[in-house]
């Protein structure tokens, strides 16, 4: 792709053309940009679904809080509707940068019998002032399915690689108990398994297949929802980013001594040189460069009198 060259004139009779630049990937593939996720601070999964859990037993799920915006976030502070639930502790304020994100366990202790709902509000300074995050579960006497293993944990796996791993379910109950419907909740979960509903005799065990694709650099919680019985299998993984760079090319202006190349992850957005001193080639590799992420790049051409063209058009390279 060549962009086309336009020309900045400066008081003195010196003209400094603008390089046209073009770019390649070090990688497999190019995919497509993702767009820019709203809200600016968002929970996975959304809600944190407990399902039934015995009487005076504790179970622990995790939620991963990402900032989806292009400028850093303030959590200033947490709140919870109800003792039963309760989070990690968390060392606020915490300032998020545009991409990255957070964990928070929270924990869910019944103490009698019966549903019980509830909210997190986390308050910051992103677009989203207050971001909710529902919380759930249910009071029981006894399980009526058990799950092998109780909690699902992947481990590290590569981004844009899957893993997957079995889950066996079994009726802990002296009587048959139905399999209404399986629901993955999180970022980068799935499941698959037998046809529902299914029912399931005293003892009988079937076998369901989890996977993870993680969708970033990030550890990402999740569950496994079995509606029917009630079940919660927490679900937890790891993204993590193979080395990838991405090589830049322009053309040659003449009386120039080199060329700056810039960078931001926004069209529109702020541009910082990523060169530590003028370059006299008319190449640069970037291996600065994170996996999911979508970058702009711009060149600019210097004289020997240290003018500096404008920014050349800029191009698009999404990493994987």
Known sequence: MRLP????RYCSVQTVNIPTI??????LGIWPARAAATPQLACSPAILRFGDIVVGQTQTLLVTVTNNGETSVTVSGFAISSSKFVPSSLNLPLVVLPGQSFDL???????GMGWTG???????NASNATLVLGVEGTGVSSESLTASPSIVSFGQVGVGTSSTLPVVLTNARSQKTTLSTFQTMGGGFSMSGPALPLTL????????????TPPGATTQGGNLFVSGP???????????????????????????????????TAA???????N??????TAYSDGTVVSGQTYYYAATAVNSSGQESARSMPVTATVP
């Open 5 to 8: 060259q336009s020309i900045l």
């Open 276 to 281: 530590s001193n003028v370059d006299a080639n």
């Open 118 to 124: 509830g909210k997190i509000n986390f308050s910051s």
């Open 105 to 111: 366990s929270v924990s869910f202790t019944p103490v």
């Open 201 to 212: 005799a005293a003892g009988q065990s079937v076998t369901v297949n989890v996977t993870f």
């Open 22 to 27: 073009v770019v390649a990937i070090t990688l």
């Open 230 to 264: 009630g079940l919660v299998i927490p679900l937890t993984g790891t993204g993590t980013v193979s080395q990838y760079s991405v090589n830049l090319f322009w053309n040659s202006s003449s009386g120039v001594v080199g060329y700056n190349v810039y960078r931001s």
């Open 268 to 274: 529109n957005g702020t541009y910082s040189r990523i």
